[in-house]
């Protein structure tokens, strides 16, 4: 019985390495270095010893009633790329979310914002005209949650492109499946 498993787990591995997608190596082409600016914040004014409602309180002063809630538009293409394990972008997600940085980007231009293991996430600005900058990495770890929640297999793995209706993407594949994507 243990040998009927096995050769079952094999073939179904066979047939998701032969499944796997074509890539367009114009796509993904050009990587640059992400402009790493001035943390967010130098002075948080919310101290980790506050309590739920004192740091409630504090956030809900200081927000600007001006502002409105969006809705978070997105198309999303599954199954695109190679496939990486799903825990391998959630680890890259945490990565971005400790970033304090803000990301820039130039027009047309798509850079790996986070790489392990083979997998990789990639953030692009498809405005050929203008710079792209985000206010934190944390959108771009949410927008792999995204493509994780919703493109991953039975079997835990993913890949997938999130196009963002502001211009930008994220693409979360394996790495060193198209030229000039070395893998990490």
Not at 31 to 45: E, K, Q
Not at 47 to 54: G, I, Q, R, V, Y
Not at 131 to 137: N, P
Request: aromatic share 10%; hydrophobic share 40%; net charge negative.
């Amino acid at each position: 019985m243990q040998f009927l498993t096995s050769i079952l787990l094999l073939a179904v591995l066979a047939l998701t390495v032969a499944a796997a997608p074509a890539v367009d190596t114009l796509d993904i082409e050009a990587f640059d270095a992400i402009d790493y600016s001035l943390p967010r914040s130098a002075d948080r004014d919310i101290a980790f010893d506050d309590t739920d409602a004192a740091a409630y309180a504090r956030l809900k002063a200081g927000a600007n009633s001006t502002l409105q809630a969006r809705d978070y538009n997105y198309e999303l293409e599954c199954n695109k790329y190679w496939f990486v394990h799903s825990y391998r972008v959630v680890e890259g997600m945490k990565y971005l979310d400790r970033l304090t940085t803000t990301p820039k980007l130039g027009p047309s231009r798509c850079t790996r914002v986070s790489c392990s293991w083979e997998t990789a996430i990639h953030w692009c600005n498809d405005d050929p005209d203008h710079s792209m900058e985000l206010q934190w990495f944390a959108r771009l770890a949410r927008s792999a949650e995204i493509i994780v929640d919703h493109c991953a297999n039975s079997v835990g793995m993913v890949s997938g492109t999130l196009y963002n209706a502001d211009g930008w993407r994220v693409v979360v594949k394996k790495t060193g499946d198209v030229e000039g994507d070395p893998k990490c």
